[in-house]
């Protein structure tokens, strides 16, 4: 089992910068795939960014490239969302995710591969 806890959400304006964090403990290993995934009420859980553990494997969604950078500290078992440039559209909640395999650019759009999953954390964007 792999718990996962993020932390970092608040409320910025237009243009300014949030770091989320995903702190994971259980039973976690190089190779598997972390990653983050938002939801907006009423919208689908969409991928952001995944990257595999201890490597530099990384996949971002096109829309966010630029402005959201996805990395990992493997010492502290955490992994990082920077986000810059914030939109009032990134409001959502953010949820960190992982799975026991190495990325791939379909996991972005697949959720359900992922068997771990945090509770969320709120980014709110106002204009």
């Known amino acids: 089992q792999v718990q996962l806890v993020e932390s970092g959400g608040g409320s910025v304006q237009t243009g300014g910068s949030l770091r989320l964090s995903c702190a994971a403990s259980g039973n976690t290993y190089s190779g598997y795939c972390m990653g983050w995934f938002r939801q907006a009420p009423g919208r689908e859980r969409e991928g952001v960014a995944l990257i595999t553990t201890g490597s530099d494997n990384t996949y971002t969604a096109d829309s966010l490239k630029g402005r959201f950078t996805i990395s990992q500290d493997n010492a502290m078992n955490t992994m990082y969302l920077q986000m810059n440039n914030l939109k009032p559209e990134d409001t959502a909640v953010y949820y960190c995710?992982?799975?026991?395999?190495?990325?791939?650019?379909?996991?972005?759009?697949?959720?359900?591969?992922?068997?771990?999953w945090g509770r969320g954390t709120q980014v709110t964007v106002s204009s």
């Open positions: 995710a992982a799975y026991s395999d190495r990325c791939y650019l379909y996991s972005l759009f697949n959720h359900r591969l992922f068997q771990f």
